[in-house]
C-alpha cells in the first residue's frame, strides 16, 4: 500500500554495518507489525508495536514507533548474511475494522 | 515452519479458467487471511475469515470468493483467471479476530496465469 511508506526500496551492506530501515503512515496506526520474508518464501513475524515510544528487540533487531510522526524504524545491529531478506511493515489502521495492510517492502542484501 | 499449510504449492493454468487454492490454519487459530503478492502491487490483503465467518474485506476481486469450513480450513476460489493474476498467494492464521493478534503464515501458492 503506498499509505504505508517504507524506505529505503532496497538496501547492501557488508556485514558486520548497522542498518536503519523506516516505515512512515499516512493514517492513524492502531498498530505496527514488523515481518521478514524470505524470496518467495512466507512472511515471519518479527514484533509488534502498540504504543508512541515503544521500542522492541529481538536478537539484534530493534523496533521503534514514532507516534507523533506515525513512523517505525527497523534498526539491525552488526548485520549478518542471515539477516538478508525482504522486511515489511504492517498496520492495523484506527477505523478501518480488521482489514491489515503491508508497506512497499525493503529488500536487504548483506554481503560477506 | 509455522504450521500452516497451504496446496498446491505451484499452479500453472491458463486464462479464462477457475482455481481453488487450499489453506490449513495452525492447530487452534480461528482467523484465516488471505494476500496476494505480485511485484507491481506487493503484498495486498484480500480477506479474512474468523470462525466461519467472512469479517474483512480488502482488494479483493468480484471473481475471486473465499469461504472457510467448519473444520476451519479455508479455501480461496479464483475465477475467469486473466493473465494478471499471476502472483503468490499466502493464506495466514491467528489465533483472535483482531489484526493485533500475531499472524503465521504459510509457504504460499505460486500461481501462474498462460
Known sequence: SQELEQSPQSLIVQEGKNLTINCTSSKTLYGLYWYKQKYGEGLIFLMMLQKGGEEKSHEKITAKLDEKKQQSSLHITASQPSHAGIYLCGADWA?????????????????? | DSGVTQTPKHLITATGQRVTLRCSPRSGDLSVYWYQQSLDQGLQFLIQYYNGEERAKGNILER????????????????????????????????????????????GTRLTVT
Do not use: K, R, W
Open chain 2, 64 to 107: 475471486f470468493s473465499a469461504q472457510q469450513f467448519p473444520d476451519l480450513h479455508s479455501e480461496l476460489n479464483l475465477s475467469s483467471l486473466e493473465l494478471g493474476d499471476s502472483a503468490l498467494y499466502f493464506c495466514a492464521s491467528s489465533v483472535g479476530l483482531a489484526a493485533y493478534y500475531e499472524q503465521y503464515f504459510g509457504p
Open chain 1, 95 to 112: 477505523n478501518t475494522g480488521n482489514q491489515f495492510y503491508f508497506g512497499t517492502g525493503t529488500s536487504l542484501t548483506v554481503i560477506p
